[in-house]
């Protein structure tokens, strides 16, 4: 079945460490590929996407996201977290058609 | 910089009753869409709306929903009769390409949270 993993449904990072959230999708051929960001009672904000091309790409807020075919792979990083990062993380793909299916989401926690 | 909104913000309704979400998406886009959320769990796709037609729609999206876009800026959301497991936010989003095959980004407006006691 097609579908959008996060294997992670929580994660906490001290302020100023590294993070990686892993996004995972199971579809025949390459979707679309996009990370969203929501904050407590906000909307969803979009940090990157992937259509082609470059497999790293960059986004907003300092993040980047590296698309590896072979593993089916989507996974964000950042190399220094601000405590203004804690959030609520969606990995979405969008296959060939209009709608997105996201992932359940990974829940960021910034240490102090 | 322009922007998704929906209204009202929040919405408690009794169980039965019909709501009707709105949604305001960006001024020159083609391509509407909305999602739900449940409380702790994922975003999840409801249905598609283009050229004043449903494009594409889930399984949840069943004959208690309808959209429309009466107005030509305003896209609602109405559920007949609602449950207790309507209880939800729900976003709106809108995407301006046109080509209707390529998902470009989407747009997402800040969302309802809709609450059936």
């Known amino acids: 079945a097609q579908s959008v993993t996060q294997p992670d449904i929580h994660i906490t990072v001290s302020e100023g460490a590294s993070l990686e959230l892993r996004c995972n999708y199971s579809?025949?051929?390459?979707?679309?590929l996009f990370w969203y960001v929501q904050s407590p009672g906000q909307g969803l904000q979009l940090l990157l996407k992937y259509f082609s091309g470059d497999t790293l790409v960059q986004g907003i807020k300092g993040f980047e996201a590296e698309f590896k075919r072979s593993q089916s792979s989507f996974n964000l990083r950042k190399p220094s977290v601000h405590w203004s990062d804690a959030a609520e993380y969606f990995c979405a793909v969008a296959p060939y058609g209009q709608n997105f299916v996201f992932g359940p989401g990974t829940r960021l926690s910034v240490l102090p | 910089e322009p922007e998704v909104t929906q209204t009202p913000s929040h919405q408690v309704t009794q169980m039965g009753q019909e709501v009707i979400l709105r949604c305001v998406p960006i001024?020159?886009?083609?391509?509407f869409y909305w999602y739900r959320q449940i409380l702790g769990q994922k975003v999840e796709f409801l249905v598609s709306f283009y050229n004043n037609e449903i494009s594409e729609k889930s399984e949840i999206f069943d004959d208690q929903f309808s959209v429309e876009r009466p107005d030509g800026s305003n896209f609602t959301l109405k559920i007949r009769s609602t449950k207790l497991e309507d209880s939800a936010m729900y976003f709106c989003?809108?995407?301006?390409?046109?080509?209707?095959?390529?998902?470009?980004?989407?747009?997402f407006g800040p969302g309802t949270r809709l609450t059936v006691t």
């Open positions: 989003a809108s995407t301006g390409e046109g080509t209707g095959v390529i998902p470009y980004e989407q747009y």
């Open positions: 579809y025949g051929a390459t979707p679309y």
């Open positions: 001024s020159n886009h083609l391509y």
